[in-house]
């Protein structure tokens, strides 16, 4: 599948690829156009071609960048989901000090297991592009530990409470970082860009100049800012594939700071 190709090869490789394939699409459109139409014809319709293709242009640009912009946002949502649950763990597990001995270090456990869960399996299932489940085994498991505690005290009630505000926090940071992975653009949107994009580059077809290399070397420039805009809206498109892609360096910085809380430390 073409999908698996691109995200499973450098971005380099099949971003230059994709940018020679529609330039040298767009070069052979015109080489061919030029020999069904003669030059002194469309030359004599310069001025006209010009100011339909800049309107046609700056529409298109406009509809380009915005979905440039929203994929980025996208992008920028989903990094900023994967740090809001990483703090969630990182809180879940700092709250247990307060607890008894015994039931602090079966939650810390079991949130380490949640963690080693998502770095380990659930990421590699999500840069292929699948929806991971692996996770929701020990987080369950250490949500029935908390929800189970018998505090002894009101401190200890207090910190399940908070444990536990904070557990749904990590449910919804969850659930947002798992629906990020299967959001992408929609297929009437590529629709949209490649069909715009060779109304625009069709449109240079029409211009008349007195050196056809210089006709090549302008539509191929027009073909070239397209193809590179293109290809930064597919290294962005899927947030956790291909080597433009949400790392789980969150979480392994989560788990290192671990070693640094003071009950952590052997006495």
């Given amino acids: 599948?073409?999908?698996?190709?691109?995200?499973?090869?450098?971005?380099?490789?099949w971003g230059t690829l994709l940018v020679a394939l529609i330039t040298g699409a767009s070069c052979l459109g015109l080489a061919i156009f030029d020999r069904?139409?003669?030059?002194?014809?469309?030359?004599?319709?310069?001025?006209?071609?010009g100011f339909i293709v800049a309107a046609i242009s700056v529409t298109y640009a406009v509809l380009l960048a915005f979905i440039a912009v929203a994929t980025w946002e996208s992008f920028s949502q989903a990094d900023q989901i994967v740090d809001r649950e990483a703090d969630y763990v990182?809180?879940?597990?700092?709250?247990?000090?307060?607890?008894?001995?015994?039931?602090?270090?079966?939650?810390?456990?079991?949130?380490?297991?949640?963690?080693?869960?998502?770095?380990?399996?659930?990421?590699?299932?999500?840069q292929v592009g699948n929806t991971p489940?692996?996770?929701?085994?020990?987080?369950?498991?250490?949500?029935?530990?908390?929800?189970?505690?018998?505090?002894?005290?009101?401190g200890q009630a207090v910190i399940q409470a908070e444990i536990l505000r904070t557990l749904n926090?990590?449910?919804?940071?969850?659930?947002?970082?798992?629906?990020?992975?299967?959001?992408?653009?929609?297929?009437?949107?590529?629709?949209?860009?490649?069909?715009?994009?060779?109304?625009?580059?069709?449109?240079t077809y029409l211009f008349g100049f007195h050196d056809f290399r210089m006709h090549l070397a302008m539509t191929a420039a027009v073909a070239i800012s397209l193809a590179l805009v293109v290809v930064l809206i597919v290294a962005l498109d899927w947030p956790f594939r291909g080597a433009v892609s949400i790392s789980p360096d969150a979480f392994i910085k989560t788990r290192q700071s671990w070693a640094d809380l003071s009950f952590e430390k052997p006495k």
């Fill in 133 to 154: 489940d692996q996770g929701w085994a020990p987080l369950r498991k250490l949500h029935s530990a908390i929800v189970t505690m018998q505090p002894a005290n009101l």
């Fill in 90 to 126: 990182g809180s879940v597990y700092r709250d247990t000090q307060g607890l008894p001995a015994n039931v602090g270090a079966s939650i810390r456990d079991d949130m380490r297991q949640y963690v080693a869960t998502v770095i380990d399996d659930e990421w590699p299932t999500q």
């Fill in 169 to 203: 926090g990590l449910y919804r940071a969850r659930a947002s970082r798992l629906s990020a992975a299967q959001g992408h653009v929609p297929e009437v949107i590529w629709w949209i860009i490649f069909l715009g994009g060779a109304i625009v580059v069709g449109f």
């Fill in 1 to 13: 599948m073409i999908t698996d190709w691109i995200y499973n090869n450098p971005t380099w490789l």
């Fill in 36 to 49: 069904l139409v003669h030059v002194e014809v469309r030359r004599t319709h310069n001025e006209l071609a």
